[in-house]
């Protein structure tokens, strides 16, 4: 049975009441341009393109470090001032930054092929220690002594526990899919890490993404399932208490077919709650409203002033929860339902189990605060690419909210106890960046105001352009079909689209999506930007590579892969790897009307499963042992096991 559809119960007149509140605001003059870049505009390019991505603050709360990926900087804040009083450098490509509990120390990890962690003097921003810590290092936390670090290898699927006094890696443990967060308890005792996407069949019941546990002195664990359906995983914090883990995530429909968006039809966003010491989920809340999706929850904030706030990275807004009235809201739920009564969606009261399909549930509980104005439709005010898009870091100071809006190369600053007309204002860190097509389709690709009422952007089913691990049913090829979501990288380049091929190419397979699933008419540069930002996208170098080279397996993989014995490279041809056409390769599915289904490339297959055009195989040794894939002449299901690992060892490192 599919899930049921969140519930329609609360206020209807919320949205009416939003659109009221922001023409007042217009009225009043309230709604002005932000100020003028103050203090830091010489200390940057003209046309630079910061990235603020993530952001703590000192100690005392008297500066803000915020992260800017794109400049590979550190901008200082002077949060009296309201200015960056300086800029420290750090490594390409940084993903995290934490501070010590006595500020004197910035801890930031940076890099892809050959990554870091690099520890800086925070008064002076120089650079005492440099810590090897392999690719893609992200999601640093500190152990509450600070002798410890712990860092997720997001593409290596596992954490590095690092010893700070000898610059050692001490320990790791392997994770479930692209960890890209770490919690620590207050006793030090647990290590909680976030794994992004679901590593499930995608043609079964259930696929979701689970939190891994870790003994941080023995590094043996387990694990916790969120929801059917969880997906893009992005943090995680643990309450001041110590009792609590809150984590943010998209709790996707995807066994709906996506004939509508209203009432989270395809993606709701959701906040998880754990109990910390049984190491057990409790439940999900819906972070939207029945009318107005929250998209693509990003941050979690628990400043221990008894609320939990989270950002949205494509809605453009800040929501902050009550957290003990929700906690006593939860408890107050019967676990189940009185005896021969089943959900169905319909019952005026709830249950336990009802409350990750009710959108109503926080209503009393919870505010969201638009980083933009007062409602959420004050962006038709102006064209889009001038509003403050993308808030991704977040922390709570002082009672005033600060958020880093990735495309604005600016601070959002929130004060929820001021006036509705007066409580948002910006701290620029930079000019206004002249969005180049390119940035201005990333934009987009990023932004749920091109959706009807805001649910999803289109990186909630393709984060980083790629992959979410679920099967949709898009319609495109007629309902009950459902089929792998597939990765953006390269779809320009490799036409037709879809599985089917039902597109001829990129391009009207973009205009397609803006019509039919985001359920939107949008104007064609939209489109247009977004093709310029698709067509931008580069592969990252696969973690299976040795010193940027193929290992030996993989090289004696290659002569398999290109031999006259397997002749994989007849529908694969380098340089991208596919022919361009649709190929019987005895893969119908349960669900399928067709037998030929489009050749993808290969390139970056490491972090697209479950493979094939249903996602119907977690590994690649899936894909031909029991698939018994591109096997037209017997010769795949002859393959010794050594030789499948080194033809699946040189298709991960493409």
């Known amino acids: 049975m599919p899930r049921p559809r969140p519930r329609l119960r609360g206020n209807r ?75 420290i450098p750090v490594p390409a490509d940084p993903s995290g930054l934490i501070v010590s509990r006595d500020g004197s120390k910035l801890y930031v990890t940076a890099g892809i092929t050959d990554g870091a962690a690099v520890i800086l003097d925070a008064a002076s921003g120089n650079e005492t220690a440099r810590i090897s810590l392999g690719h893609f290092p992200c999601g640093p936390s500190l152990s509450p002594d600070e002798t410890k670090l712990y860092v997720c290898n997001r593409f290596l ?6 010893d700070l006094a000898s610059g050692k890696i001490t320990g790791t443990a392997g994770v479930i899919r692209e960890p890209i967060a770490t919690a620590v308890t207050p006793d030090g005792k647990t290590l909680f890490v976030a794994n992004y996407l679901p590593l499930d069949r995608a043609d079964e019941f259930d696929v979701a993404a689970e939190i891994s546990w870790f003994d941080a002195a023995t590094l043996e664990g387990g694990r916790i399932r969120l929801p ?66 929250a998209a693509l929850p990003w941050r979690a904030a628990c400043p221990g002033d008894g609320r939990v706030y989270v950002s949205h990275a494509a809605g453009d807004e800040v929501t902050m929860v009550e957290w003990q009235p929700l906690l006593d809201k939860l408890e107050a739920l019967p676990k189940e339902p009185p005896a021969g009564v089943s959900y169905d969606g319909s019952q005026t009261s709830l249950t336990a189990g009802d409350v990750p399909n009710d959108l109503s549930f926080l209503v009393g509980i919870k505010q969201r605060f638009p980083i933009y104005g007062t ?99 898009l319609l495109n ?37 803006i019509r039919h699933i985001q359920f939107a008419v949008r104007p064609e540069e939209d489109a247009v ?16 590579l040795v010193n940027g080279r193929p290992s030996e397996a993989a090289e004696r993989g290659r ?21 361009l056409r649709k190929h019987d390769v005895n893969s119908k599915g349960k669900f399928d009307r067709v037998t030929e289904f489009d050749t993808p490339s290969l390139i970056e297959i490491w972090r697209t499963a479950p493979y094939m055009h249903d996602g119907h195989y977690l590994t690649l040794e899936e894909v031909f042992r029991e698939g018994g894939h591109g096997d037209v002449a017997g010769e795949v299901d002859k393959l010794t096991d050594q030789e499948l690992h080194d033809l699946c060892e040189f298709l991960r490192s493409l």
């Not at 991505?53 to 400049?71: F, H, K, Q």
Request: net charge negative; hydrophobic share 40%.
């Open 157 to 162: 699927d596992r954490v590095a526990v690092v």
């Open 228 to 293: 059917n359906g969880t997906t893009g995983l992005h943090d995680l914090k643990i309450t001041p208490d110590g009792k609590h883990l809150v984590a943010v995530h998209i709790l996707a429909r995807y066994q709906m077919p996506t004939t509508q968006l209203e009432r989270g039809w395809m993606n709701t966003n959701a906040l998880s709650i754990v109990d910390v010491e049984r190491r057990a989920w409790v439940n999900t809340v819906l972070l939207d409203d029945i009318d107005l999706g």
């Open 529 to 544: 930007a977004i093709d310029s930002y698709l067509k931008s996208l580069r592969p990252i170098p696969s973690p299976h």
């Open 375 to 473: 409602g959420p439709y004050d962006y038709l005010e102006r064209p889009i690419d001038e509003v403050p898009k993308g808030p991704r870091g977040l922390c709570v100071v002082d009672g005033k909210i600060y958020t880093a809006v990735y495309f604005g190369n600016m601070l959002a600053v929130i004060d929820p106890a001021a006036s509705k007309y007066r409580r948002t204002s910006y701290l620029h860190l930079g000019p206004k960046p002249e969005l180049t097509p390119e940035r201005r389709g990333e934009m987009f690709f990023h932004d749920a105001a091109l959706c009807f009422q805001h649910w999803q952007s289109c990186a909630s089913c393709h984060p980083d352009a790629r992959v979410d691990g679920l099967n949709w049913d």
């Open 13 to 87: 007149s919320l949205y009416l009441e939003r659109f009221v509140v922001a023409a007042a605001a217009a009225l009043l003059g309230t709604a002005a341009d932000p100020p003028e870049l103050a203090g830091s505009a010489d200390r940057c390019l003209a046309q630079e393109f910061l990235g603020p991505t993530e952001i703590v603050p000192s100690p005392d709360g008297g500066t803000l470090y915020v992260l800017c990926r794109d400049a590979a900087k550190i901008a200082v804040v002077d949060r009296a001032k309201g200015e960056a009083a300086r800029w």
């Open 477 to 513: 090829d007629g309902i009950g079909t459902p089929k792998n979501n597939k990765s953006m990288l390269l779809a320009h380049q490799t036409p037709p689209s879809m599985w089917e091929g039902v597109r001829p190419d990129a391009e009207a397979a973009v205009r397609s999506g």
């Open 559 to 579: 002569e398999l892969f290109f031999s006259s014995r397997l002749n994989c490279g007849q529908c694969h041809p380098e340089p991208l790897y596919t022919d």
